[in-house]
Each structure stands twice: as structure tokens, then as C-alpha cells.
């Protein structure tokens, strides 16, 4: 099982709709969990970190669940704006860096 | 403004010849990372640092280098060693190992 795996789509939704992707972790130890959004040929930005509690941010909406070992985003009334490569971050432990998983790509069509 | 600064944008490389890409960041990170991607793939690490003087090897780190002799900065040499270089690389900071990446604006290297 990989460390960090998630569907890579293409999600393709209509502008308004509500849209969640998984994202599976392997290691029960992990301890920080994120979602960074990626512009085609641009860097990563922060979209949230991800808390036990679960967080919300406008329409977005970021769940863990760790007794089956995954996390969530959910992003309701989207946008074209929205259109995007979604990338899962995990953090074991330790010193270790944080392992990306490979991305789930989102075009929200009008 | 604080943020991480990578050149070039663009850099072109010949058949055997060693490139350097820089990295410098002025938000007083202890950790640095270089990642590389390739159309369509996720972010694989190249090399990284959590402190001056000190890097290790991440997943694809045969025929790359490293440096890091300033807190600032970090440089990765594609040496011509890497026979397959063309790609986009991404440097990023971070406070501590586990605290969020902060990324520059991104290289990318293609083969003349």
C-alpha cells in the first residue's frame, strides 16, 4: 500500500455543484495532514491544514478520520476558480519529511 | 515580503554539462527541500535540510548534489550524472519537518 494514495480523476463537475475527494493514509502514526492546491506549472499553495476537529474555510470543508485512516476535502457551490490539482500532504514522524500523495485533478466546467 | 526565490525560470542544459538552480529564502526556515515533478505526476524529493551544514537524500537523489552552507540557501546541482532531467523543480522551507511547506515559484529544466 502506498503512503499517501488518492483517486487522480478528472473530477469533472458544473460550476455550483459539491465535490469531496479522499485522500488514504497508510501510517496510523501520521500526525499532520494538509491539502495544497496546484495551478497547472505552478507551485503548491496551502489551501488548509487538516485538524481532528475537522475545519472550515469559506467552502471548503476538510475532515480526518482516523480510525479508517483517510482524509477529506469537501468544496461546495464550485467555481471555475475551483479548477485545480488537489494534493493530499501527510506527516509521520519524527524528522521525516512530508510525503505528498500524487493528486486529484478538479475542472469545474460552466 | 518574505518568500522562497528560485532561478532561473527557465534553464536549458546540454548533452554532460552540470546546471546549478537556486533556492534562497528569507522567512528564517530551518528545513529546506528540493522536489521534482514530471508533467502529469505528483511532487517526488529530491533532496532536503533541517539544518545548516546538513541534507539527506530523498527518494531520487542519484545524480543530483546539494548544499548548505547558509541558512538562506539552498542550491541543487543536476549533474550529468542524471540522464533524464528534464522536469519541473520545486524548492520549499518550512519552519520545522512537520509544519507546512512554503514553495518557490518553480524551475524548468529541459535538455538542448
Known amino acids: 500500500r502506498k503512503e499517501v494514495e488518492q483517486d487522480p480523476g478528472p473530477f469533472n463537475v458544473p460550476e455550483g455543484a459539491t465535490v469531496a475527494f479522499n485522500c488514504t493514509y497508510s501510517n496510523s502514526a501520521s500526525q499532520s495532514f494538509f491539502w495544497y492546491r496546484q495551478d497547472c506549472r505552478k507551485e503548491p499553495k496551502l489551501l488548509m491544514s487538516v485538524y481532528s476537529s475537522g475545519n472550515e474555510d469559506g467552502r471548503f470543508t476538510a475532515q480526518l478520520n482516523r480510525a479508517s485512516q483517510y482524509i477529506s476535502l469537501l468544496i461546495r457551490d464550485s467555481k471555475l476558480s475551483d479548477s485545480a490539482t488537489y494534493l493530499c500532504?501527510?506527516?509521520?514522524?519524527?524528522?521525516?519529511?512530508?510525503?505528498f500523495g500524487k493528486g486529484t485533478r478538479l475542472s469545474v466546467i460552466a | 515580503d518574505g518568500g522562497i526565490t528560485q532561478s532561473p525560470k527557465y534553464l536549458f542544459r546540454k548533452e554532460g554539462q552540470n546546471v546549478t538552480l537556486s533556492c534562497e529564502q528569507n522567512l528564517n526556515h530551518d528545513a529546506m527541500y528540493w522536489y521534482r515533478q514530471d508533467p502529469g505526476q505528483g511532487l517526488r524529493l529530491i533532496y532536503y535540510s533541517q539544518i545548516v551544514n546538513d541534507f539527506q537524500k530523498g527518494d531520487i537523489a542519484e545524480g543530483y548534489s546539494v548544499s548548505r552552507e547558509k541558512k538562506e540557501s539552498f542550491p541543487l546541482t543536476v549533474t550529468s550524472a542524471q540522464k533524464n532531467p528534464t522536469a519541473f523543480y520545486l524548492c520549499a522551507s518550512s519552519i520545522r519537518p512537520n509544519e507546512k511547506l512554503f514553495f518557490g515559484s518553480g524551475t524548468q529544466l529541459s535538455v538542448l
Open positions: 500532504v501527510v506527516y509521520k514522524s519524527g524528522n521525516t519529511p512530508l510525503v
